[in-house]
């Protein structure tokens, strides 16, 4: 989820969490607010490391021990007393203390639900834990937080906070129980085209809570379609020639009309002996690591280099740049193959 969301979460859990009010000893509504929401904020702070070393970021830093439940109370005890002597309320440190660990741990969760993977048991274990209902920016989850926010504020309502983060936790529901419904839609496709024993995954898609991405891993191949569960069968075909932003929601199509498309895991023909032999390098052992569905991308050969890049297929959207590309090129004349990342016109990020 994207950090502004996160902070209005936070925000909104500081809010519908006040105490009663004219208790002298109850933190202000303001001050618990910006607490909650700069708490909330606080994990995404692991975004610095990707000045580093972008693919260690992706593959063991983001969504780690900043975002991990062993380090929570960690976390929450530094920042609670920090903010605690900032407001000078040092003698209520504790409750300090029960505002950023409520506020991160919001984060933790609406994280959680998103397909990227967060090391929840981090530094103890890398384990990444995705339950992959709601993409990474979903402008719905953010507007029903938002509103809730504004208005409970407006209205100096606690009650109004509280009946946000239900709506909120309802919404995620029902994104729960279209996973079901897509993750059906790839079982009877590996049942029909007898694909088993095959993996099937179901991904939350951009643009609408009922485009998800269905992804049939049988082994070698991926099998993967659009779908859009609330469309029907006059919703227009895609236009190859259009690439606008909007246009890519029309390559979610209904249940009726799906375009299963195969991507090898390590290409075809001639390709398959050397995208295997740069996959098992040890220098691509962090986006082994990373990638959750990893495929063979392509190709670059030259006079001078060989380069084999893989994508990872949970960023794959339609008609949209892919990000997260790496692989590994290798000039003839030293024969060492270097890691490279492929950059957003094509060209090439030695790491």
């Known amino acids: 989820m994207d950090t502004l969301t996160h902070a209005i979460v936070g925000a909104t859990l500081a809010r519908a969490t006040t105490g009663k009010s004219g208790d002298e000893n109850t933190i202000p509504v303001k001050t618990r607010v910006w607490i909650g929401g700069l708490a909330a904020a606080f994990p995404d702070i692991d975004f610095i490391t990707a000045l580093i070393n972008p693919l260690t970021f992706i593959s063991d830093w983001h969504r780690a021990e900043t975002h991990s439940f062993v380090m929570l109370p960690v976390w929450a005890l530094l920042l609670g007393i920090v903010f605690a002597v900032t407001v000078k309320r040092k003698h209520q440190w504790r409750e300090f203390v029960l505002i950023c660990g409520i506020s991160i741990l919001s984060h933790i ?79 009877h496709y590996a049942s029909e085209n007898k694909l088993l024993p095959a993996s099937v995954s179901a991904l939350p898609q951009p643009f609408s809570p009922f485009n998800w991405k269905v992804i049939v891993d049988a082994g070698e191949n991926y099998h993967v379609t659009y779908v859009d569960l609330f469309a029907d069968e006059n919703k227009p075909l895609p ?79 339609p008609q949209r740049m892919t990000p997260f590309r790496y692989g590994m090129c290798k000039n003839k004349n030293d024969q060492r193959w270097q890691l490279y990342r492929l950059g957003r016109g094509n060209e090439k990020r030695l790491i």
């Not at 690439?243 to 090898?264: C, D, E, F, M, V």
């Not at 295997?276 to 990893?294: C, G, I, N, T």
């Open 239 to 317: 236009d190859k020639h259009n690439t606008g932003l909007l246009h890519s929601i029309y390559y979610y199509r209904p249940k009726q009309q799906l375009a299963w498309k195969k991507y090898p895991r390590f290409g075809a023909g001639d390709h398959v002996v050397l995208a295997k032999q740069v996959w098992r390098q040890s220098q691509f052992e962090e986006y082994r690591r990373f990638a959750a569905y990893p495929a063979f991308y392509r190709i670059d050969k030259t006079d001078n280099n060989n380069c084999v890049w893989f994508m990872d297929l949970r960023f794959v959207i």
């Open 109 to 187: 969760f609406t994280d959680l639900i998103t397909s990227w993977g967060t090391e929840i048991f981090a530094p103890l274990s890398n384990y990444r834990a995705s339950w992959g209902v709601t993409f990474i920016i979903d402008p719905y989850f953010s507007l029903i937080i938002f509103f809730g926010l504004i208005i409970a504020l407006i209205k100096n309502s606690r009650l109004v906070a509280q009946v946000a983060v239900v709506l909120l936790a309802t919404y995620i529901g029902f994104q729960s129980l279209l996973k079901l419904q897509a993750h059906k839609i790839g079982e």
